[in-house]
């Protein structure tokens, strides 16, 4: 399979704290399972993690385990009709921030790991230009 999927934890500012790319070949568990852990490394004072309903099932028992975080599954509460869901659009921004970037847009990259630098430098870039707004 093409492609690439990018796994990304943020705050509630929508500031990136973790990144994970991998192959679009495999499941959104196994990168949320390496995203979180990654997560852990830098942030240790997370008590509660919000994710998408994709992400249900066994892996709210493995946070609990590993980490003792409670993961929070923001589902819809209509099917088939777009809504904006609380702590959901923090991530969905983000991401939409991420795009502007030209070299994020689409994927260039031949490694993962060059393409998750990428997305750390991007992010480093608006947290400047947001910095240099304040101090004006």
Known sequence: ???RKRHIA???LGLVW???VLSAGLQDRTGTR??????AAVAHRIQVVFADAAYSGTLVDWVRQMFQWTLTIV???TAGRFEVLPWRWLVERTFAWL???RRLS???EIHPATSECFIQITMIS???????????
């Open 10 to 12: 943020v705050d509630t």
């Open 106 to 108: 689409k994927d260039y």
């Open 126 to 136: 608006l947290m400047l230009r947001r910095l240099a707004k304040t101090q004006v």
């Open 18 to 20: 973790a990144v994970v």
């Open 1 to 3: 399979m093409k492609g």
């Open 75 to 77: 589902s819809r509460r």
């Open 99 to 101: 795009s502007n970037a």
């Open 34 to 39: 390496l995203l979180l852990l990654r997560l």
